[in-house]
């Protein structure tokens, strides 16, 4: 922007110097040459008195003599019947021609310009004064003029442009404030707000900035709180079946786990819907994966399922939360319980790329037969994956990731959660 308007200043400003200057060197030109022959002019009258007192070449050559042309060898005077005295330049029939005249006349030669005056005398004799004018005297402070006006232009232009470029500065640097505050809203630091400066414009979208960042963090605040409620008052329901579950004595023990589990998650959506929004969130992906096989082993040996644990021995990085990775893989897991017969077996591959984690769940069962539809609806009906797949695609797409839907090695159907890593940094791994 700031190049645009320099090269905006640049222009606009050498039309109006040049509409401006052009006709000014042109008079200052002319002017010159009018102040030329003027002086020729007062030299050729210098004359006239002389010439009404004598006409003898000596009288007239003292003459001459005492005048600034005639010392520079520019002066002559042609007598009627009599001889010329000076360095003549006209040619004869112009200096006749001259004689004739009542007037003063120039003639351009090679040079310069001769000016001719004719003088009239007692009787029918006359004379003619010839001034020789070169063309030095008459462009004589042309240049310099030239050079000054040509200096005045360049100031001019120069100065355009600096006082274009502060503007344009002023306006670039509130529209990059504007942007950066955007990015950082938009990465979830909730708190950034811009204080208004540059053209009345950009103070208008800082302020209409300012008031959206404060309606997105009331908004956000007040969905948290509406969340962390309609989770909390799932407690009294919760209690009750426990108090139920209790009264049924050992045989309901796994009920009471699977209830255990649920109140955790009560919990922790109540945890996270109270905890404002992070921009940085990430977990060791390899750690939640070592828990969540460590939690669904149990009943895969009760069913009779082979399963493995392949690429999850060393830490890995993913870009979201535990809590979150943690939702998608039981997901994708119960899918995997859910639709496929006991026996079946299954595995879980995390793969670490250089921009990507990718998170691979296998199975034997039947596949999924239109696995388009499936991402389309976000279930499988009767495929080896169903309700977990509209949550691995939210969480996947959230990164920039994807979701994808092959047939794996098993012979069954094989869900892929790639996340990506741009915005993930290198320390040591954290849960968060």
Request: charged fraction near 20%.
């Amino acid at each position: 922007m700031r190049r645009t308007l320099a090269v905006l200043m640049v222009a606009v400003t050498s039309m109006v110097a040049l509409a401006f200057l052009v006709p000014l060197a042109l008079i200052v030109r002319e002017t010159a040459q009018s102040r030329a022959v003027a002086g020729a002019e007062r030299q050729a009258a210098a004359l006239v008195p002389v010439l009404a007192l004598t006409t003898a070449s000596d009288d007239l050559g003292l003459a001459m003599a005492r005048t600034e042309a005639g010392r520079r060898g520019l002066l002559a005077v042609h007598v009627k019947g009599g001889a010329t005295v000076g360095t003549s330049r006209a040619p004869a029939a112009q200096v006749a021609g001259a004689a004739a005249q009542t007037r003063a006349s120039t003639v351009e030669l090679d040079g310069g310009y001769v000016l001719l005056r004719p003088v009239a005398l007692d009787g029918d004799r006359g004379a003619v004064i010839e001034v020789f004018v070169p063309a030095a005297d008459l462009n004589r402070g042309v240049p310099s003029s030239w050079a000054v006006l040509t200096g005045v232009a360049v100031v001019l232009v120069l100065g355009s442009v600096l006082v274009g470029d502060r503007l344009g500065a002023r306006v670039v640097r509130a529209a990059r404030r504007l942007g950066t505050a955007a990015t950082a809203l938009g990465s979830g630091d909730l708190s950034e707000r811009i204080h208004p400066d540059g053209p009345p414009e950009l103070k208008a979208a800082a302020n209409a900035f300012n008031t959206m960042a404060n309606r997105v963090t009331h908004l956000l605040a007040a969905e948290r709180e509406l969340a962390a409620d309609l989770s909390h008052r799932l407690r009294t329901p919760l209690t009750a079946l426990r108090l139920s579950l209790d009264q049924l004595g050992p045989q309901a023990e796994p009920s009471r786990q699977a209830l255990a589990r649920l109140e955790g998650e009560v919990t922790t959506i109540i945890s996270a819907a109270r905890r404002p929004a992070r921009a940085a969130r990430s977990c060791d992906a390899a750690q939640v994966l070592r828990e969540r096989l460590a939690f669904w082993s149990a009943l895969a040996e009760d069913q009779g399922r082979p399963w493995q644990l392949i690429g999850a021995t060393l830490p890995v990085r993913a870009p979201v939360p535990a809590g979150e990775l943690t939702a998608v893989v039981d997901a994708l897991l119960g899918n995997v319980f859910r639709h496929t017969a006991e026996g079946t077996a299954f595995s879980v591959t995390l793969h670490e790329g250089r921009d990507v984690v990718g998170i691979l769940i296998a199975d034997a069962g039947p596949g999924i037969p239109d696995p388009e539809a499936a991402l389309e609806r976000g279930a499988s009906g009767s495929g080896s994956t169903g309700l977990g797949l509209d949550i691995a695609r939210r969480l996947a797409e959230s990164t920039g990731g994807s979701l994808r839907l092959d047939r794996s090695s098993l012979g069954g159907a094989q869900v892929q959660v790639w996340l990506r890593l741009e915005k993930v940094s290198k320390p040591a791994l954290k849960d968060t």
